[in-house]
């Protein structure tokens, strides 16, 4: 073998070497996929709220990817991506320190709220997650229509292809949350 195809022979396999003990070391490269950022706020607020902050950190992951000034096309803002009548709604009944919805404590506290809030709705956390991304009045309106419901309280198919996909992006995140931090 010529040594210039030794040394990179040498290299891929320190390279393996180096990545193989990283990931075998307590999920590092999961927890790096799968941050709890802005756990402070998250555990408080999960906490205050009954709220499993796993599937709270699940739903900033797919709504925001933890940016704060997350803005979507529909209005949604920060990092669980609140909606104005959200807000408003959340500030009707729930005090909040003075500041910003993009501020991670104002806005991890209103989506707490209202997962919570949504939990009370519904029993199942497949439909709490579509109607976090649709609206509640969706999700009773598919639960009541057969050709959606599965006539056990739960759905067969959402017929909101981006609620769908929306749905199983969280889960998806929710179950690697679990099995990393293995709570």
Not at 65 to 75: E, I, L, M, Q, W
Request: one cysteine or more.
């Amino acid at each position: 073998m010529k040594p210039r195809s030794r040394r990179i022979c040498t290299m891929i396999l320190a390279i393996t070497i180096i990545l193989s003990v990283f990931a075998l070391n307590s999920n590092n490269l999961g927890k790096l996929a799968y941050p709890e950022h802005y756990e402070e706020q998250v555990y408080r607020y999960a906490g205050e709220y009954g709220v499993d902050p796993l599937l709270v950190f699940a739903i900033i992951r797919a709504e925001s990817k933890f940016f704060p000034y997350a803005n979507s096309t529909s209005g949604a803002k920060g990092l669980m991506q609140i909606m104005d009548i959200t807000f408003e709604h959340a500030r009707s009944e729930v005090e909040f320190s003075e500041g910003s919805i993009y501020e991670p404590d104002v806005n991890v506290k209103a989506g707490c709220w209202y997962i919570s809030k949504l939990s009370e709705e519904f029993s199942d956390e497949r439909l709490v997650i579509a109607a976090y991304n649709a609206g509640p009045a969706n999700v009773k309106k598919w639960l009541s229509d057969s050709s959606y419901s599965n006539g056990e309280g739960g759905l067969d198919s959402i017929p909101y292809p981006e609620t769908s996909a929306y749905v199983e992006r969280v889960m998806e995140n929710y179950n690697k949350y679990k099995k990393i931090y293995k709570r």
